[in-house]
Every structure is written in structure tokens, then in C-alpha cells.
């Protein structure tokens, strides 16, 4: 079954994010968790260093909750994000997801140097977007919905582009919809633009 028109109703979100145990989070334990299988790819302060793999630091701890459920559940596909999220029970997640969160975020240590007209572009086209709207007007995500700034340029970049030509589905069509149309050029300023935000 392809995934591509899949779209989960925000009800069903609300339903896999009330379903897990209300106890408080232990960021240490998911520290200990996450020091065995994520700090390799994300980095051990969630900032990745490796091209294609995205930063977590600073992330919501709601948004990486959700997105490890949907790699558990097989409704999003990682390779080997659905390899290791197959079977985590959801404190572990809860406690991956709390650790990663607590981090101040901060851009890759090879983040490329500022392109002044890139970035004028791309601030311009964020602001016809609303893309504050849901990610918030500094970009720092909220709840389900992640944090864009100091995120890895190329990560956002394809990111993008899989929303738009409907290779990726979040929980909803927002974005799919949000990028319709809109250029591999222009996603690569706006990419630029929220990658050098701090």
C-alpha cells in the first residue's frame, strides 16, 4: 500500500499521542537509551553531523515522540529508523524523545557560510508561506510540530521536496500542501534561510 495519500485526521494524532503513559519523562534514562543506537547517526547532543540525518537537539519532545510511533507503527518509512523503533515501548520513546529535547539546539559544525541573497530569498518566501504560523514565528516548532532553526540545510532541503511531490506524509497534508508548486530552487533558499537561523 503506498503511503503517499495517506492522511491521518488530527483526531488520530491525538489519539496515539493520548495513549501514552502520562508519567513525567526521565531524560537521563532515555540519555542512557539513546547513547547505544541514536548518538551514532544524531549525534550524543543531538546536533548531527552527518549529511541526510537530522539534528534533534531542542526538538519538541512531542514531535519526536510522535515521529518514533510512526516509525514503530510502520507509517512512516526509515529503513533503519524502523529497524530500531520496531518493538520500543513507548516509555522508552517518551524518554529518547525528553532527552533529545533538553539539549540546546545548534547548527552542524559543517553548516555552510551565510549566501546573503539566498537567504533574503528564502526569508522572503517563509514569510508568503506563513511557515511561522505553525512552526512559529522564530521557527522553534511546538508541540508536534518540529523546530526548524539550525536544522541540517540538506535534510530540510529534501525534506521539502519529498512533502511536495507527496513522497512524505506527516500526520496531516499540511505541508504537502504548503510546498505545492513551489520550485526545487526556491525550497533550496528557503532551506538555506531556516537552516542558518539559531
Known amino acids: 500500500m503506498s503511503l503517499a495519500g ?78 530500531f523503533a520496531a518493538n520500543l515501548p513507548d516509555r522508552d520513546i517518551e524518554d529518547i524523545a525528553a532527552f533529545f529535547a533538553a539539549f540546546p539546539p545548534g547548527p552542524p559544525d559543517d553548516r555552510r557560510a551565510v549566501d546573503a541573497a539566498l537567504y533574503a530569498a528564502g526569508q522572503a518566501l517563509a514569510a508568503r508561506s506563513n511557515c511561522g504560523v505553525c512552526h512559529l514565528a522564530d521557527f522553534r516548532g511546538r508541540n508536534q510540530i518540529p523546530r526548524l532553526t539550525s536544522q541540517r540545510e540538506e535534510f530540510l532541503l529534501s525534506t521539502m521536496i519529498e512533502y511536495r511531490d507527496g513522497l512524505r506524509v506527516g500526520t496531516d497534508s499540511n505541508m504537502n500542501g504548503a510546498v505545492a508548486g513551489i520550485s526545487n530552487a526556491d525550497l533550496a533558499a528557503l532551506a538555506h534561510y531556516l537552516s542558518q537561523r539559531d
Open 6 to 83: 495517506l492522511r491521518l485526521p488530527a483526531l488520530v494524532v491525538a489519539a496515539i499521542l493520548a495513549a501514552l503513559p502520562a508519567g513525567a519523562q526521565d531524560a537521563q534514562r532515555g540519555g542512557s537509551l539513546a547513547a547505544h543506537s541514536c548518538a551514532n547517526c544524531h549525534g550524543a547532543d543531538g546536533r548531527s553531523q552527518q549529511q541526510g540525518i537530522p539534528s534533534l537537539a531542542g526538538q519538541p519532545a512531542e514531535f519526536i515522540t510522535l515521529q518514533m510511533i510512526l516509525f514503530r507503527e510502520g507509517l512512516r518509512q526509515v529503513p533503519a529508523m524502523t529497524a
